[in-house]
């Protein structure tokens, strides 16, 4: 059984730091694209960063780039999101995702979320 567990959320002064991680379960990283998403009070869904383990393609929302970095560990089965200069408008619950590797773009999976697997979700709250 396919399973997402995300965990390092909290609580963080703007300008700080957190390291989110997605652990795998049931299935190998291999093979698959794993995304990360957000979804603050009263607002959509939206795709933060996405990566594709078979080549390591990856895809960034706009107000991230350069303050959050994707990566994955497929020895451990975890795929990881470094945030960096964490912002107030960063506070939400961070989701992460998987759904196998196909011809779809990056781009195109994060933007529109096209992912059948995903987890409960993990708060990051920025405030002073």
């Known amino acids: 059984q396919l399973q997402l567990v995300e965990s390092g959320g909290g609580l963080v002064q703007p300008g700080g730091s957190l390291r989110l991680s997605c652990a795998a379960s049931g299935f190998t990283l291999d093979y698959y694209t794993i995304g990360w998403f957000r979804q603050a009070p009263g607002k959509e869904r939206e795709g933060v960063s996405c990566i594709r383990s078979s080549d390591g393609s990856t895809y960034y929302e706009e107000s991230v780039k350069g303050r959050f970095t994707i990566s994955r560990d497929n020895a451990k089965n975890t795929v990881y999101l470094q945030m960096n200069s964490l912002k107030p408008e960063d506070t939400a619950v961070y989701y992460c995702?998987?759904?196998?590797?196909?011809?779809?773009?990056?781009?195109?999976?994060?933007?529109?979320?096209?992912?059948?697997?995903w987890g409960q979700g993990t708060q990051v709250t920025v405030s002073s």
């Open positions: 995702a998987a759904d196998r590797v196909s011809i779809t773009s990056v781009q195109a999976m994060c933007v529109f979320m096209a992912f059948s697997s």
